[in-house]
């Protein structure tokens, strides 16, 4: 089974320069916890609702005067479209993360896998092996949790 067999399809992509006002306000309406950042379909970061309440709200910064690119995470894990899903849950289990954006060969993103999108079609085995790893509190990271 491949990635693009169990990924999301419509993803949203945020360009740096987006407000972090706006990037939460997509996040609220979509009801989603992260926002790949993009420049011309080419993944740059990802932007967290974590990663605007933990980095910048709660430090007393204002969301609306920011942009994206200051709060964003520039270092991102990916998997590929056409990827064994096992190699994709091998990825989210060993940084411990929820979501991992899906870019194409040609380095396009073009969807996004979550543990949700795992638990929905894949093995239990497989489901609960990575619910496992990414749920255990000594496994969270802090900084980054997608």
């Not at 006002?21 to 011309?40: F, Q, S, T």
């Not at 932007?47 to 910048?56: E, L």
């Not at 989210?92 to 991992?100: A, D, Q």
């Amino acid at each position: 089974m491949h990635v693009n067999e169990l990924m999301s399809k419509k993803v949203e992509l945020v360009s740096p320069g987006t407000s972090l006002r706006d990037a939460a306000r997509k996040m609220r309406d979509l009801d989603i916890g992260c926002l790949p950042v993009g420049e011309n379909d080419r993944l740059v970061g990802i932007i967290t609702d974590r990663d605007i309440t933990c980095r910048w709200v709660a430090d007393g910064e204002a969301p609306g005067k920011s942009t994206v690119s200051e709060a964003m995470s520039k270092s991102v894990s990916y998997c590929f479209d056409d990827q064994d899903i096992r190699e994709a849950i091998h990825l989210m289990e060993e940084r411990h993360i929820r979501r991992l954006p899906v870019l194409s060969r040609k380095m396009r993103v073009v969807g996004m896998l979550s543990l949700g999108d795992i638990s929905q079609h894949a093995s239990e085995k497989m489901s609960a092996e990575l619910l496992r790893f990414v749920t255990q509190p000594e496994h969270r990271v802090a900084r980054h949790p997608i």
